[in-house]
């Protein structure tokens, strides 16, 4: 919680209840969640908060560093409250995400570096299958 005082803060934004209602969520989960879910999952708590809300919220997490948008494809973005970059993977069946935590791909930037000239800031890595329930 100190965190998102501290960077709303030196940012001069509003902390309204509803973002950090939508930060405290995505911290206590690894589901990787869509707006969707996060909004029906905080519906009991806050009624009077619209989709369009949780959707603004995410966006200003995402501006300041404290969530991590994840686009797996098929324009379905999902959120993520761990911000250090990790390798995800989907299971193509039941679309839910999962961390690679173990992956380590710390060297995939110098790697890459070696086949372009380019010099590499980033990299997002996705995988897909199919997970064991589906399996
Ligand atoms: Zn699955
Ligand atoms: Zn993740």
Do not use: W
């Not at 940012?11 to 990787?32: D, F, G, M």
């Not at 959120?79 to 193509?92: T, W």
Request: overall charge neutral; some cysteine.
């Amino acid at each position: 919680m100190d965190n998102i005082t501290t960077i709303f803060r030196e940012k001069k934004l509003k902390l309204t209840p509803q973002r950090i209602a939508v930060y405290k969520y995505l911290k206590s989960t690894t589901e990787h969640p869509s707006a969707e879910i996060i909004y029906k999952a905080l519906q009991d708590e806050y009624p009077t908060m619209s989709l369009a809300t949780v959707y603004k919220a995410l966006k200003t997490l995402v501006e300041v560093g404290l969530v991590q948008e994840i686009n797996v494809g098929e324009g379905n973005f999902r959120y993520d409250g761990n911000c250090s970059p990790h390798p995800h993977i989907q299971c193509v069946n039941c679309s839910k995400v999962n961390d690679l935590h173990t992956l380590d791909l710390s060297n995939l930037n110098q790697d890459a570096e070696k086949h372009c000239d380019y010099k590499i800031l980033s990299n997002k890595v996705y995988f897909y299958g199919i997970c064991k329930d589906c399996q």
